[in-house]
């Protein structure tokens, strides 16, 4: 089976830096990905992590650890329009489905 | 280039009647997934389709929703003798055969009176 945990919600502010964690437990692991989903939008590719390390884009940066089934979605200098629910999500194997967590609601504040 | 288009975006049913939702994927793209989300909860899995092949359903319940992709035409997940449970955002996403990532469309919101 999978289990995919991340933390429920989260508060930072404006210009500041914040740090969404992920971790899982799969059978098979090829490629964790990020999305954000606005408030009833669809949602929107952030980032995508196969092998151990950090991919930066950007604003945004996301980091893998395959041997500790942990990522983490950084994100600088915030800005109001961040505030979002940022989904992390695995495949398991090539042309599997993509399993989602339960997604972070993160508010940013003035 | 078109991206994932689903409709209706917004479909009322009262409880018993069957709802229809249509999810067109982007060109070229030949994998169909379909997800729902419950307020303030993740995307749940739910069916992954290729053409005129289900892949993997075991996210389906066992009665009443059923999907198919047909050769031609857009990808159709049916729910019949809806109840007011099944009132959530459903949403398809696409993706090429070696494709990394998901492309979703819009949703359908799904109320049932």
């Known amino acids: 089976g999978q289990n995919i945990d991340q933390p429920t919600e989260m508060t930072a502010t404006e210009g500041a830096i914040v740090q969404i964690n992920c971790t899982y437990q799969t059978s098979g692991f090829n490629g964790l990905f990020w999305y954000q989903q606005h408030a009833g939008e669809a949602p929107t590719f952030l980032s995508y992590?196969?092998?151990?390390g950090l991919e930066e884009k950007g604003r945004f940066s996301s980091f893998l650890s395959r041997s500790k089934g942990y990522s983490y979605l950084l994100l600088k200098e915030l800005q109001m329009k961040d505030s979002a629910s940022y989904l992390c999500a695995v495949r398991e194997y090539y042309g599997q489905n993509f399993v989602f967590g339960p997604g972070t609601r993160l508010s940013v504040l003035p | 280039n078109a991206g994932v288009m689903q409709n209706p975006r917004h479909l009322v049913r009262r409880r018993g009647q069957e709802a229809r939702l249509r999810c067109s994927p982007m060109?070229?793209?030949?994998?169909v997934y379909w997800y729902r989300q419950l307020p303030e909860e993740g995307l749940k899995f739910m069916v992954y389709l290729q053409k005129e092949n289900i892949i993997d359903e075991s996210g389906m319940p066992k009665e009443r929703f059923s999907a198919e992709f047909p050769k031609e035409g857009p990808s159709i997940l049916r729910i019949q003798q809806v109840v007011r449970g099944d009132s959530a955002a459903y949403f398809c996403?696409?993706?090429?055969?070696?494709?990394?990532?998901?492309?979703f469309g819009s949703g359908t919101q799904l109320s049932v009176l």
């Open positions: 060109k070229g793209h030949s994998h």
């Open positions: 996403a696409s993706s090429p055969p070696a494709g990394e990532k998901l492309f």
């Open positions: 992590n196969v092998l151990d």
